[in-house]
């Protein structure tokens, strides 16, 4: 059942009574529940059935990567950069995990909703995605008032994105671990680099806070020390530059961060209408850090890396439109599970994306909503004939032959062993 639910919310269900749009075509999704015994099954989830949840879904995800290393020659496509893939020094391309918070307004007293930060009402659930694939790997469910830095939540959703890993790219593979300002908390990064413990090697980027310290530092830097910053196409921005600051701020500030930790500074140009301090007003620049553990790489290049981090609010958005728009019970618990339905129903696009539409372009980068009106919603009917059931698309639906093509690929995936 809880298949069924993450199945209509990939297919755009925003409610538990969306489940009438499989229930109605038995010919199709066979015999789906009804919305009363779902939200049954939803209220009966219990932590253990959660954990349990996310073993299956590790598990399946394992499946579905060899699949696509079958597929499509390989089974974790390479992250952009600069308009060029991200590859480790050996030739791999890293895994990146990209972390972030989000709100979810809720318009009633539902449990454990509260005011937010951003002076709404509702939920704060952190959420880490794998920019290679666009899959949603895991997802905690926290109150509305829950700290955007609390680094007791951050280590669990980071943990948890790594038992999603299968284990040939967890266990001695180059991964980057990508998080905005709310990450840059010792217990977090000091976490990160005690990973290569137990096998994981992993680098991280995240933002920094630009305080009068760092404000002091960029002051005292030669004009030479700056470069011109590169665009998302990699050629150079006049308009931004960065810096490292690494030499030029107190030694002791790095005591309980990790060893060989950097900080590198960009200044660009405000846009109209931004918002700027006395320091940046006096120089006309706006200036912003990240902090990294990478030991090489040209500054632009890194500043470049670190700003992709911006891929995971369309992740978010995305799955907004998948289920995470809004959490449908009163109850924490069943919204906890709805929760977990939602990264199912995400999964389940991205890997139609990457395994079943990899040469179409336009339909691999598309949004929820353009798949659903291209694809998963084409009007269609199931006939007999033969003692074989057909599925009957209009011909002259532009992407008529595309869905024929997937569903032969999906048919064709191979079957695993055990």
């Not at 979810?104 to 659930?125: Q, R, V």
């Not at 910053?229 to 790095?254: N, Q, W, Y």
């Not at 120089?283 to 995971?312: E, M, P």
């Amino acid at each position: 059942m809880l298949t069924d639910v993450a199945v209509m919310m990939a297919d755009g269900g925003g409610c538990i009574s969306g489940i009438a749009s499989l229930a109605d075509q038995p010919g199709v999704f066979g015999q789906v529940a009804w919305d009363s015994r779902c939200w049954r099954v939803l209220d009966a989830v219990d932590d253990a059935d959660l954990s349990a949840i996310a073993e299956a879904r590790a598990a399946a995800r394992e499946v579905a990567w060899a699949q696509r290393a079958e597929a499509t020659g390989t089974a974790l496509p390479a992250s952009l950069v600069a308009g060029a893939p991200l590859l480790a020094r050996d030739g791999r391309a890293v895994l990146v995990i990209d972390e972030d918070a989000t709100i979810t307004i809720a318009h009633s007293d539902k449990e454990h909703a509260a005011a937010t930060f951003k002076l709404t009402w509702g939920f704060h659930p952190v959420l880490a995605f794998c920019d290679n694939t666009n899959e949603a790997l895991t997802g905690m469910l926290r109150p509305g008032n829950a700290g955007s830095n609390t680094a007791a939540d951050h280590i669990a959703v980071i943990d948890a994105a790594l038992a999603q890993i299968p284990a040939e790219h967890r266990h001695g593979y180059p991964i980057l671990f990508r998080f905005d300002g709310a990450g840059a908390s010792r217990a977090l990064l000091t976490h990160i680099r005690s990973s290569p413990n137990s096998g994981v090697h992993s680098e991280f980027t995240v933002g920094w806070a630009v305080t009068a310290r760092e404000h002091a530092a960029i002051a005292a830097l030669p004009d030479r020390a700056w470069t011109d910053a590169i665009d998302i196409d990699g050629d150079p921005r006049e308009s931004a530059a960065v810096a490292e600051l690494t030499g030029v701020l107190p030694a002791g500030m790095f005591a309980d961060y990790p060893e060989g930790m950097r900080i590198i500074a960009r200044r660009e140009r405000p846009h109209p209408g931004a918002q700027l301090d006395l320091i940046e007003e006096a120089d006309g620049w706006r200036y912003t850090c990240f902090a990294t553990d990478t030991a090489a790489g040209q500054h632009a290049w890194l500043d470049a890396r670190h700003r992709c981090h911006a891929r995971v609010q369309d992740r978010i958005r995305c799955g907004k439109d998948t289920g995470l728009g809004r959490f449908p019970s009163k109850l924490f618990a069943i919204n906890a599970a709805w929760l977990a339905c939602a990264l199912i129903a995400i999964d389940l696009l991205a890997w139609t994306q990457t395994m079943l539409l990899h040469d179409q372009p336009a339909l691999a980068r598309a949004e929820p909503k353009t798949l659903r009106y291209r694809l998963l919603h084409t009007a269609a009917r199931l006939v007999r004939g033969g003692r074989r059931l057909r599925l009957k698309i209009d011909r002259n639906w532009r992407w008529a032959s595309i869905l024929a093509t997937a569903f032969k690929r999906l048919q064709a995936l191979p079957t695993p062993q055990t």
